[in-house]
């Protein structure tokens, strides 16, 4: 994120602020009118005309509601599509840090895909997305509202689809949502079923668990992107996954929810024998970027280094199930002896028996 900051200043201090304040405009709005609402339901008995009152006040409530966030979202989508411009003037850059930037995507994700689908204007317009939740904060959707793709996201909780389906985005683009839990049994069929068989422009896996198993099943597709989130915690140097559960859970699994997913090395390992090049990570360590091999030329001689970062974000939890904000090499205490899968031997071993786990760089980055 610092070198977001320091390539855009002002986008993305806008862009942050702007993204926080639609947040707490929604959350203000909904609390509101459920006030209002419940109001008027205690009067219902009593009077009414407190009863059409409420109703009516609270009709002009989600009018002004829906009218404000669309201009605040017109704004934002406006502001991206300026960071967007920015990004495609950049010809060679020293790694994917250099043009992110966050419109719809958790970290910079937004930027690294503009970047890249400028480098490739002939792949296929169409993604997949799992792991999405409503679809508010992911990586394809600004794809979607910049670019008009069309796409197939994946989310395990029914709400979640109901929500993204009662949004005007969904009516307003070529989107299909599907309420799944994906696991290596269903995956290629889901994908099938939703029509997005063949060449894809992007696949996006955030499973927060089985991603490295699943990523290795799908055989349906041909993306010329993948994006694949990694677990930094498991460390750059050794191909390490957690065992394969179909109803793997995150915190499940374990309490702190840093036992999930694969590591950098797992990724580049996979994705190295389904035929893509490594590009990077984003500057938080997240997510890991690949391209197709036939067309990874104009991307890697453009960037001056394919880097994984270490991850500093810090959401861990307590067992409670509180966060409590354990940094770097903490959290891979709190997992420390915990099962994975050492994919050059296919033994399960326990974390700490793996040493070292992380180069110089990343450690010096994630201590």
């Given at each position: 994120m610092t070198h977001q900051a320091e390539r855009f200043p002002g986008q993305?201090?806008?862009?942050s602020s702007l993204s926080?304040?639609?947040s707490l405009a929604r959350s203000q709005l909904r609390t509101l009118a459920a006030r209002i609402a419940g109001g008027a339901g205690r009067a219902a008995g009593a009077?009414?005309?407190?009863?059409?009152?409420?109703?009516?006040?609270?009709?002009?409530?989600?009018?002004?509601?829906?009218?404000?966030?669309?201009?605040?979202?017109?704004?934002?989508?406006?502001?991206?599509?300026?960071?967007?411009?920015?990004?495609?003037?950049?010809?060679?850059?020293?790694?994917?840090?250099d043009v992110e930037f966050r419109v719809c995507s958790q970290w910079g994700e937004d930027g690294i895909v503009e970047w890249l689908c400028q480098k490739l204007p002939g792949i296929n317009r169409s993604f997949v997305e799992f792991g999405v939740e409503n679809f508010a904060e992911a990586n394809c959707r600004f794809l979607i509202e910049n670019r008009g793709w069309r796409g197939l996201v994946f989310d395990g909780n029914p709400e979640y689809m109901k929500s993204l389906r009662e949004d005007a985005l969904y009516w307003r683009h070529d989107l299909t949502a599907v309420n799944a839990f994906i696991t290596v049994e269903n995956?290629?069929?889901?994908?099938?079923?939703g029509g997005f068989a063949g060449e894809l422009g992007i696949l996006s896996v955030d499973l927060d668990g089985n991603?490295?198993?699943?990523?290795?099943?799908?055989?349906?597709?041909?993306?010329?992107?993948?994006?694949?989130?990694?677990?930094?915690?498991?460390?750059?140097?050794?191909?390490?996954?957690?065992?394969?559960?179909?109803?793997?859970?995150?915190?499940?699994?374990?309490?702190?929810?840093?036992?999930?997913?694969?590591?950098?090395?797992?990724?580049?390992l996979l994705c190295a024998r389904k035929g893509y090049s490594f590009l990077g990570t984003n500057t938080n360590g997240v997510n890991a970027f690949f391209v197709r091999n036939d067309l990874a030329d104009p991307i890697l001689e453009s960037l001056g280094e394919t880097r994984a970062w270490a991850p500093r974000h810090r959401d861990s939890r307590n067992r409670l199930g509180e966060l409590d904000f354990v940094r770097g090499l903490g959290r891979y205490q709190l997992v420390a002896d915990m099962p994975v899968v050492d994919l050059l031997t296919g033994r399960l071993v326990a974390l700490n028996e793996l040493q070292p786990l992380y180069s110089d760089s990343f450690m010096e980055e994630f201590r």
């Open positions: 993305a201090k806008y862009l926080r304040t639609i009077n009414g005309q407190a009863v059409e009152l409420g109703r009516h006040i609270l009709g002009q409530q989600q009018m002004l509601s829906y009218h404000s966030l669309s201009r605040l979202d017109r704004s934002l989508l406006l502001q991206g599509r300026i960071a967007a411009m920015q990004v495609a003037a950049r010809d060679k850059i020293r790694h994917l840090g995956i290629n069929e889901l994908i099938a079923q991603d490295y198993w699943v990523l290795e099943a799908i055989d349906c597709v041909n993306p010329a992107i993948i994006i694949l989130e990694v677990n930094g915690v498991f460390g750059d140097l050794k191909p390490l996954t957690v065992p394969y559960r179909p109803d793997f859970h995150r915190l499940v699994a374990h309490y702190s929810g840093q036992y999930f997913g694969c590591s950098v090395a797992a990724a580049k």
